[in-house]
Nanobody
Framework: QLVESGGGLVQAGGSLRLSCAAS????????MGWYRQAPGKQRELVAI???????DYTDSVKGRFTISRDNAKNTVYLQMNSLKAEDTAVYYC?????????????WGQGTQVTVSS
């Protein structure tokens, strides 16, 4: 249901924009976001956007990354600027919805982001 694109190799200080296309309206999810997982590390939340367009970021990306949503395209974006080597990871799109009081989560397949120093 979630298909990511936009990963790749970039030099430190560069920019990338990740896209996550959902198979249905983004408003059917109560929140969508991006996680990342670097080799040997746990998956961590990078950024999240709610149905009400409230956003939040992990401290290490504040001021550099921006999450946004195009409702007409059912797509969520992650604009990543001033990339650092430590941003290297597989980035996963995530969406959650509540069904009969139960929270259900969905994951994309992941897209590799590699930042060379």
């Amino acid at each position: 249901q979630l298909v990511e694109s936009g990963g790749g190799l970039v030099q430190a200080g560069g920019s990338l924009r990740l896209s996550c296309a959902a198979s249905r309206s983004v408003f059917s999810f109560n929140a969508m976001g991006w996680y990342r997982q670097a080799p040997g590390k746990q998956r961590e939340l990078v950024a999240i956007i709610t149905t009400e367009s409230s956003t939040d970021y992990t401290d290490s990306v504040k001021g550099r990354f921006t999450i946004s949503r195009d409702n007409a395209k059912n797509t969520v974006y992650l604009q990543m600027n001033s990339l650092k080597a430590e941003d290297t990871a597989v980035y996963y799109c995530y969406a959650s919805e509540v069904r009969n009081t139960v929270k259900v989560g969905y994951w994309g397949q992941g897209t590799q982001v590699t930042v060379s120093s």
